[in-house]
């Protein structure tokens, strides 16, 4: 079993509609979760960065984290043409070793 | 403040030969990670290095090496090319210190084509 699953999608969604992206995990040390967006021959953008359970947001993006579940989760409000990326899930327990979803292709279509 | 740097952007090379991928860290940070992403697999751990020591390495076998210099600059090294190291290799740079956390910062990657 991987440390963590994403459903790579892909995923296409009208301009305007909520979007939501989701990740699990087994290793129950992870503590810290993050999420990226990628453009085609791009690296990775770091998102958002949550700590432990919550909720975080930060404009059109939240970021949930429910530890008790092992799921993460990110929401985009008011879906842009210019969101269209793969967005990758990523966490980690307490050393700097991050694990990384496999990614979610998204386009969202004017 | 400049960003995570890597060098070159592309390189193709031949099987059986070898490559070194450059890394410049955003300036302050002292971690800077190796990852390998291709299509399949998504973006798998190499190592991690800070104050120009090893402090994590992932499931990869030992034609994967890496050092860092005492300015945190970083270079991997791939030794005996296969066909199936052909990927982007990206390289993220973090403050981490023990004790702290914080979140990594990703270079545009370098493309290694093997043919």
């Known amino acids: 079993q991987k440390e963590v699953e994403q459903d790579p999608g892909p995923l296409s969604v009208p301009e305007g509609a909520i979007v939501s992206l989701n990740c699990t995990y087994s290793n129950s040390a992870f503590q810290y979760f993050m999420w990226y967006r990628q453009y085609s021959r791009k690296g990775p953008e770091l998102l958002m960065y949550t700590y432990s359970s919550g909720n975080k947001e930060d404009g059109r993006f939240t970021a949930q984290v429910d530890k008790s579940s092992k799921y993460i989760s990110l929401f985009i409000r008011d879906s842009q043409p210019s969101d269209s990326a793969t967005y990758l899930c990523?966490?980690?327990?307490?050393?700097?070793?991050?694990?990384f979803g496999t990614g979610t292709s998204l386009t969202v279509i004017p | 403040k400049a960003g995570v740097t890597q060098t070159p952007r592309y390189l193709i090379k031949t099987r059986g030969q070898q490559v070194t991928l450059s890394c410049s860290p955003i300036?302050?940070?002292?971690?800077v990670s190796w990852y390998q992403q291709t299509p399949g697999q998504g973006l798998q751990f190499l190592f991690e290095y800070f104050s120009e020591t090893q402090r994590n390495k992932g499931n990869f076998p030992g034609r994967f090496s890496g050092r860092q210099f005492s300015n945190s600059r970083s270079e991997m090294n791939v030794s005996t090319l296969e066909l199936g190291d052909s990927a982007l290799y990206l390289c993220?740079?973090?403050?981490?210190?023990?004790?702290?956390?914080?979140?990594?910062?990703f270079g545009q990657g370098t493309r290694l084509t093997v043919v």
């Open positions: 990523a966490m980690k327990a307490g050393v700097n070793q991050f694990y």
């Open positions: 993220a740079s973090s403050s981490f210190l023990t004790g702290a956390n914080t979140e990594a910062f």
């Open positions: 300036s302050g940070h002292r971690s």
